[in-house]
């Protein structure tokens, strides 16, 4: 079973943020609950924002810079369509899905995990910019198949009205870092 916080509770807030500011938190708390009660509690009521600014520290180091993402992301740019479908049925194997290419739709992998059905999308990965059509493909797919999760897969930049598309329809977007990872191209 998986633990999912809510997007904006606080917890899920400080895991986005940069570690300091949880660290600060927790000396914060830490002062404020010392002038009340025994050092104990305040250790006790400061560990949970000391954890998180420790877990965040941690992802923090070991994430790839900025330039080894756009290198990674070159690199991607110039495999071919076949290469790239290949990297990214490797990467989501690794994740724990089954997965299958489609042939003819406006969809090019299915995803399949605990039950749930995922379609992804990469045809026009290459595009300098992406609009609202290949979503809107991918989005009739995905009603025609009655999956759970769309996902489209960018190299390129997508345009703001293509945003706001995926944002209504959750279509999911993968480009950038979380595209590099995903590949496993040099990251």
């Not at 790839?64 to 790239?84: F, G, K, N, V, Y």
């Not at 990214?88 to 724990?96: C, F, P, S, T, V």
């Not at 979503?135 to 930049?157: D, K, M, N, S």
Request: hydrophobic share 50%; with cysteine; proline share 2%.
């Amino acid at each position: 079973m998986k633990l999912e916080l809510h997007h904006n509770s606080l917890f899920a807030v400080l895991l986005r943020s940069s570690w300091w500011i949880s660290a600060a938190l927790s000396a914060g708390i830490f002062a404020a609950t010392k002038l009340f009660l025994p050092t104990e509690f305040a250790i006790f009521a400061a560990s949970p924002f000391i954890v998180i600014a420790l877990y965040v520290a941690w992802k923090q180091l070991r994430a790839p810079s900025a330039a080894r993402i756009a290198s990674t992301l070159e690199r991607i740019a110039a495999m071919s369509r076949d290469e790239l479908t290949a990297a990214l049925e490797a990467g989501w194997r690794k994740q724990g899905y089954e997965v299958t290419r489609i042939a003819g739709a406006q969809a090019d992998l299915e995803l399949r995990r605990a039950g749930r059905l995922s379609l992804v999308g990469c045809r026009r990965w290459k595009a300098a910019s992406t609009g609202v059509e290949p979503l809107r493909e991918l989005h009739a797919a995905g009603r025609a198949r009655e999956a759970q999760e769309l996902i489209y897969v960018a190299a390129g930049g997508i345009t703001e009205q293509a945003r706001a598309f995926a944002e209504a329809n959750r279509i999911r977007l993968v480009q950038g870092a979380e595209l590099a990872a995903l590949a496993k191209i040099g990251v």
